[in-house]
């Protein structure tokens, strides 16, 4: 069937879904909000870079490599930025302490979403690169009437902007100042934002028309979107948490500056992410980093691939919350040893084709054409291994196929899976099982003994019996089975 498979998408500032239409085929653009690098980036952080990567994927699937472009920003001035600096190298002069945090905490970041199976953006811009930029648009919206000048201060005007509050759908007499700073009563409306603000002596600053400062928090992404995108671009994604005040407020300051009636033609949210079930704080002792997850074992007492992390989160509908549990993950480690029984499986029975002609499965790529939905694709791998464990239909000749398809599917969702490997912590849990069973047998329990195997040879791992030679005892071992 030829054209362009038609791709829907949920739309926060039409509360809808529905067709995707790029305004240019050729060139669609798509700018999600990156990281403020102060601390490493928490299970909550991946959780829309995952996402985003994912459609990322698709929109090149679907237009071609070349033709998709993806902005994610890198915000590096920021007054947590100042605070940590001055906390962690109080010995250095504030534009080095800053550098240095900065530099450390975008390092780990770009580490950490590799591990994560994510496709570097084709830009990542940072604030401080971008100044220039900033200054020229709060010209602008101070030129037009948007945006007035208060104690050294330019602030934007809420109420100058007639539909101001679409994408939050909040009154604006509710709308807060929703500045990363507090602003002070010089303002001439309660939800009128900061554009610009002062810098004293120990906080970073660039000399601009109004003295010497540093921008607010939204006016950074206005400013990098338009450069590498335009005026107006396709899509706009993020968490849900940053439709108001930043993504409201990135709206009104684009589109009064240049003039146009949209900024971004669709607005996407990714859900909330829970612990355990609780919200994730400091204070409840559940905040949990991306680098500690993979490196530390302390969630769930052991170390957690990025294979894994990744399926945990496709695992449920992006706009969907998700409780991110160690059962989760146990479930999302589980599948990847099943995918991970196919992955390679073409090559090993000699079939070698170039992988480039052969789509993903149609039900994986429906699911993604259809908002995104990953736990749906995610249901589909699962129907796709029992196709391909199916002995009866192994020999005929489409089976080769069915592998590339599924090799292809794994690609379009980012998953890695490695042929005949099993990461410490799931071999830890075999042994566990493995062990289990012989004490049932030893117990003359062999009904509950056969559960334990043939369990185990559902999800692709084979035991084999035997003798220990000195002592006579069983011994059973255990191998992935193709």
């Known amino acids: 069937m030829g054209g362009t498979p038609e791709l829907k998408l949920y739309n926060t500032l039409t509360r809808e879904k529905s067709v995707f239409k790029p305004i240019d085929a050729e060139n669609v653009r798509m700018y999600v909000c990156g990281p403020t690098v102060y601390d490493y980036a928490h299970i909550g952080n991946a959780r829309p870079v995952i996402v985003f990567d994912v459609l990322f994927r698709l929109l090149r699937h679907v237009y071609g490599e070349s033709h998709v472009t993806y902005a994610r920003n890198i915000t590096d001035v920021d007054d947590k930025i100042n605070a940590r600096a001055l906390r962690d190298h109080p010995g250095l002069p504030l534009n080095e302490a800053i550098r240095a945090v900065t530099e450390k905490t975008e390092t780990q970041f770009h580490a950490d979403v590799a591990e994560l199976g994510c496709l570097e953006p084709n830009f990542e811009p940072r604030a401080t690169d971008n100044i220039e930029q900033m200054i020229e648009i709060i010209e602008k919206l101070i030129g037009n009437g948007h945006a007035y000048v208060a104690s050294g201060e330019v602030l934007f005007d809420t109420k100058s902007m007639a539909d101001y509050g679409q994408l939050s759908k909040r009154p604006l007499d509710e709308q807060q100042a929703g500045a990363r700073v507090a602003v002070d009563a010089h303002k001439k409306n309660p939800g009128d934002f900061v554009l610009w603000k002062l810098s004293s002596h120990n906080e970073p600053g660039w000399e601009s028309p109004w003295g010497r400062g540093r921008p607010g928090w939204h006016i950074e992404c206005s400013a990098m979107s338009r450069r590498y995108l335009g005026d107006i671009f396709d899509i706009h994604g993020g968490g849900l948490d940053l439709i108001f005040p930043h993504h409201e407020n990135e709206i009104a300051q684009s589109r009064c500056a240049h003039g146009t009636e949209v900024m971004a033609n669709v607005w996407m949210h990714n859900g909330f992410v829970q612990v355990e079930g609780r919200k994730m704080s400091k204070s409840e002792g559940n905040f949990v980093t991306i680098y500690d997850l993979l490196h530390t074992q302390t969630f769930g007492g052991r170390k957690w691939p990025g294979e894994v992390l990744r399926l945990a989160m496709l695992m449920t509908h992006y706009r969907q919350p998700i409780d991110f549990t160690v059962d989760k993950l146990l479930e999302a480690r589980r599948s990847l040893e099943k995918f991970s029984k196919w992955a390679f499986a073409a090559d ?78 799931v071999a830890t849990e075999i042994d566990v099982r493995v062990k289990a069973r012989l004490e049932l047998l030893k117990a003359k329990n062999f009904a509950e003994a056969d559960k334990i195997r043939d369990t185990l040879l559902a999800e692709g791992i084979q035991l084999k019996d035997g003798k220990d030679p000195v002592t006579g005892e069983r011994v059973t071992t255990w191998e992935l089975k193709r």
């Open 348 to 425: 090993e029975i000699g079939f070698q084709p170039d992988y480039e002609r052969f789509a993903p499965h149609p039900d994986v790529l429906d699911a993604l054409l259809d908002d995104l939905n990953t736990h749906q694709a995610v249901g589909s791998l699962h129907e796709q291994v029992a196709v391909l464990s199916d002995r009866s239909r192994q020999q005929d000749a489409s089976h080769s196929e069915r592998l590339a398809q599924f090799r292809q599917s794994l690609r379009l969702l980012g998953l890695r899976v490695q042929a005949d490997e099993v990461d410490e912590a």
